[in-house]
Nanobody
């Protein structure tokens, strides 16, 4: 069974940094696009950043210049380096991955990790 497991969330003061990690485990052939999404209380889940197998990246305007997404294909892991954090970055952050399996591709979600930024 394929799983995405996130880590690295926590409480940080405004201006601080956190690094999120998401590892994929289980049986699959390859990782396609991967990304991070977030959901704040009372709001819809929104895209934060995505990265393709060729390492092309895409960011939400609200995090450009502050967040960096990267991936290590050998470790089946995607990272999100978050710098200059703001209180409005407070949310549950979810890892997303499209993985290739023997019967085709499928999208997976992690369980979420809480990021809280205090003013």
């Amino acid at each position: 069974q394929v799983q995405l497991v996130e880590s690295g969330g926590g409480l940080v003061q405004a201006g601080g940094s956190l690094r999120l990690s998401c590892g994929a485990s289980g049986s699959f052939r390859s990782m396609n696009a991967m990304g991070w999404y977030r959901q704040a209380p009372g709001k819809q889940r929104e895209l934060v950043a995505t990265i393709t197998p060729g390492r092309n990246t895409n960011y939400a305007d609200s995090v450009k210049g502050r967040f960096t997404i990267s991936r290590d294909n050998a470790k089946n892991t995607v990272y999100l380096q978050m710098n200059s954090l703001k209180p409005e970055d407070t949310a549950v952050y979810y890892c997303n991955a499209v993985l290739s399996r023997s019967l085709g591709t499928r999208e997976y979600w992690g369980q979420g990790t809480q990021v809280t930024v205090s003013a």
